[in-house]
């Protein structure tokens, strides 16, 4: 489950992704107009991290697909991942990651993938109550629930790539930088629908033991 709150950030996501975005080889034209897309959610069990994923589009140009990572204290070790610090009215300083460095990320797509966990329902903190959002895309996995996932304790190597490898024991996790409609791929996936799109598209995928 996700808890949003209705909170002021400074800098916003996307002023945090136009910044950060120049700097990705996977960039195709300017990042100065990016706008927001869709967004999915996973959970984290600990309840510690917030792990959402935003898709974003400069003007006419490919959607892209940007994992991200909130967390309240910088993740040791992981500052090449790191898009910025925000300041959310309600939680404080929040340090933004790409997910595609964080462990905790990293096994939730896992999770998603190949047990079909699949996305978390979405609740907005209004006065003291927890009331239920709709998802804005729908995210599935091609495995199978209660299927056997490595555990991911850290990250061992992950490249800015698209796609974007990320290795963790013996599992290594694709992420989809750029996302294309015509592509297709066989094995352990994760497809998304969104307005505009309603047939699936491969987000990311897995290469298992």
């Not at 040791?76 to 929040?94: I, P």
């Not at 629908?193 to 699936?200: K, L, M, R, V």
């Amino acid at each position: 489950m996700a808890v949003l709150h209705r909170a002021e950030l400074k800098p916003t996501k996307l002023e945090l992704l136009a910044a950060w975005l120049p700097g990705r080889r996977w960039l195709e034209g300017p990042a100065d107009a990016i706008e927001r897309v869709s967004s999915f959610r996973f959970d984290d069990p600990a309840g510690a991290v917030g792990i959402e994923t935003i898709l974003v589009r400069a003007g006419d140009g490919p959607v892209y697909q940007v994992p991200l990572t909130y967390r309240d204290a910088p993740l040791t070790a992981a500052d090449r991942w790191l898009l910025g610090t925000t300041d959310h009215s309600v939680l404080g300083q929040r340090w933004v990651y790409d997910g595609c460095g964080d462990p905790v990320y990293a096994q939730a797509l896992a999770l998603a993938i190949v047990a079909g966990t699949g996305q978390a329902e979405q609740f907005v903190e209004t006065g003291g109550r927890l009331e239920p959002r709709d998802p804005d895309m729908t995210v599935a996995g091609s495995g199978v629930r209660d299927a056997a996932v490595p555990t991911v304790d850290a990250i061992e190597d992950g490249t800015d790539a698209d796609p974007t490898l990320i290795r963790t024991g013996p599992a290594e996790l694709a992420v989809i930088r750029r996302l294309d409609p015509t592509a297709a791929r066989l094995g352990a996936t994760l497809t998304g629908t969104w307005p505009g799109q309603p047939a699936p598209v491969v987000l990311a995928y897995a290469s298992l033991p």
